[in-house]
Protein backbone atom coordinates (compact mmCIF):
# COMPACT_ATOMS: atom_id res chain seq x y z
CA UNK A 1 0.00 0.00 0.00
CA UNK A 2 2.68 2.49 -1.16
CA UNK A 3 0.64 6.01 -0.87
CA UNK A 4 2.58 9.55 -1.74
CA UNK A 5 1.51 12.10 0.75
CA UNK A 6 0.84 15.38 -0.86
CA UNK A 7 2.55 16.79 1.99
CA UNK A 8 5.06 15.60 4.60
CA UNK A 9 4.05 17.45 7.93
CA UNK A 10 7.05 17.26 10.27
CA UNK A 11 6.20 18.41 14.19
CA UNK A 12 6.73 21.75 13.65
CA UNK A 13 8.20 23.36 16.68
CA UNK A 14 5.89 26.11 17.24
CA UNK A 15 3.03 24.08 18.17
CA UNK A 16 4.48 24.01 21.57
CA UNK A 17 3.98 27.55 22.36
CA UNK A 18 0.35 26.57 21.43
CA UNK A 19 -0.09 23.98 23.99
CA UNK A 20 2.07 25.50 26.38
CA UNK A 21 -0.44 28.27 26.18
CA UNK A 22 -3.49 26.66 27.25
CA UNK A 23 -4.20 24.98 30.46
CA UNK A 24 -4.84 21.42 30.85
CA UNK A 25 -8.83 21.62 31.17
CA UNK A 26 -8.72 24.16 27.90
CA UNK A 27 -6.59 20.81 26.21
CA UNK A 28 -9.23 18.71 27.61
CA UNK A 29 -12.22 20.46 26.69
CA UNK A 30 -11.42 21.73 23.58
CA UNK A 31 -9.44 19.46 21.39
CA UNK A 32 -9.02 15.79 23.17
CA UNK A 33 -12.58 15.60 24.16
CA UNK A 34 -13.03 13.21 21.39
CA UNK A 35 -11.39 11.55 18.58
CA UNK A 36 -12.98 13.58 15.76
CA UNK A 37 -12.30 16.82 17.90
CA UNK A 38 -8.71 16.28 18.26
CA UNK A 39 -8.23 15.04 14.25
CA UNK A 40 -10.21 18.45 13.41
CA UNK A 41 -7.27 20.34 15.39
CA UNK A 42 -4.54 18.50 14.21
CA UNK A 43 -5.40 19.25 10.89
CA UNK A 44 -6.25 22.93 12.08
CA UNK A 45 -2.72 23.22 12.74
CA UNK A 46 -0.63 21.05 9.93
CA UNK A 47 0.09 17.82 12.21
CA UNK A 48 -1.94 15.83 10.01
CA UNK A 49 -2.41 15.82 6.20
CA UNK A 50 -6.00 17.82 5.03
CA UNK A 51 -5.58 16.18 1.88
CA UNK A 52 -3.36 12.75 0.25
CA UNK A 53 -2.63 11.93 -3.08
CA UNK A 54 -2.66 8.01 -4.24
CA UNK A 55 0.75 7.12 -5.88
CA UNK A 56 -1.77 6.71 -9.15
CA UNK A 57 -1.64 10.17 -9.48
CA UNK A 58 -5.67 10.50 -7.80
CA UNK A 59 -6.66 12.54 -4.87
CA UNK A 60 -7.83 10.28 -2.28
CA UNK A 61 -11.09 10.97 -0.55
CA UNK A 62 -11.30 10.96 3.18
CA UNK A 63 -13.81 8.28 4.90
CA UNK A 64 -14.01 5.84 7.94
CA UNK A 65 -12.55 2.72 7.71
CA UNK A 66 -12.02 -0.36 10.08
CA UNK A 67 -8.87 -1.81 10.38
CA UNK A 68 -6.66 1.25 9.85
CA UNK A 69 -5.92 3.27 12.94
CA UNK A 70 -8.24 5.48 14.24
CA UNK A 71 -10.68 4.64 11.76
CA UNK A 72 -10.07 7.49 9.79
CA UNK A 73 -8.39 7.43 6.52
CA UNK A 74 -7.85 8.15 2.95
CA UNK A 75 -9.29 5.85 -0.13
CA UNK A 76 -8.54 6.46 -4.20
CA UNK A 77 -11.58 7.28 -5.72
CA UNK A 78 -10.25 4.56 -8.97
CA UNK A 79 -11.95 2.13 -9.61
CA UNK A 80 -8.63 -0.01 -10.67
CA UNK A 81 -6.92 1.14 -7.45
CA UNK A 82 -8.70 2.01 -4.10
CA UNK A 83 -6.00 1.64 -1.70
CA UNK A 84 -6.44 3.03 0.95
CA UNK A 85 -4.28 5.15 3.80
CA UNK A 86 -4.35 5.81 7.95
CA UNK A 87 -5.09 9.32 8.68
CA UNK A 88 -1.87 9.43 10.02
CA UNK A 89 0.37 8.69 7.19
CA UNK A 90 2.93 10.80 6.35
CA UNK A 91 2.95 12.50 9.99
CA UNK A 92 4.84 12.60 13.26
CA UNK A 93 1.94 10.18 14.54
CA UNK A 94 2.27 7.88 11.76
CA UNK A 95 4.06 4.99 13.91
CA UNK A 96 1.97 5.52 16.83
CA UNK A 97 0.07 2.91 18.40
CA UNK A 98 -1.93 4.54 20.92
CA UNK A 99 -5.42 6.82 20.24
CA UNK A 100 -4.49 10.92 18.88
CA UNK A 101 -6.19 11.45 21.98
CA UNK A 102 -3.79 10.64 24.19
CA UNK A 103 -0.87 11.54 21.99
CA UNK A 104 -1.82 14.94 22.24
CA UNK A 105 -2.02 14.49 26.15
CA UNK A 106 1.53 13.45 26.25
CA UNK A 107 2.62 16.24 23.62
CA UNK A 108 1.03 18.48 26.13
CA UNK A 109 3.29 17.19 29.39
CA UNK A 110 6.26 16.98 27.46
CA UNK A 111 6.20 20.48 26.15
CA UNK A 112 5.29 22.04 29.38
CA UNK A 113 7.66 19.76 31.14
CA UNK A 114 5.34 19.93 34.06
CA UNK A 115 6.35 19.55 37.65
CA UNK A 116 4.28 19.24 39.96
CA UNK A 117 3.63 22.83 41.86
CA UNK A 118 4.23 24.38 38.16
CA UNK A 119 0.83 21.62 37.05
CA UNK A 120 -1.07 23.13 39.86
CA UNK A 121 0.08 26.76 39.73
CA UNK A 122 -0.89 26.82 36.47
CA UNK A 123 -4.32 24.89 36.02
CA UNK A 124 -5.37 25.77 39.33
CA UNK A 125 -4.03 29.13 39.36
CA UNK A 126 -1.75 31.16 42.11
CA UNK A 127 -5.03 31.72 44.51
CA UNK A 128 -5.82 28.34 45.00
CA UNK A 129 -4.93 26.60 48.30
CA UNK A 130 -5.36 22.63 48.26
Not at 29 to 43: P, S, V, Y
Not at 87 to 94: D, K, L, T, V, Y
Not at 114 to 119: D, E, I, N, R
Amino acid sequence: MAVAPSFQPLLDPTIFSVIEEMTLRQLFRNITIDEDTCIAWLKSNGLLATGMMCKCGKIMRPGTFSGIADGKGWRCPEMSCKKFASMRIGSFFEGAHIPLTELVEFLYFWADNLQTTAFLHKNLGGESIL
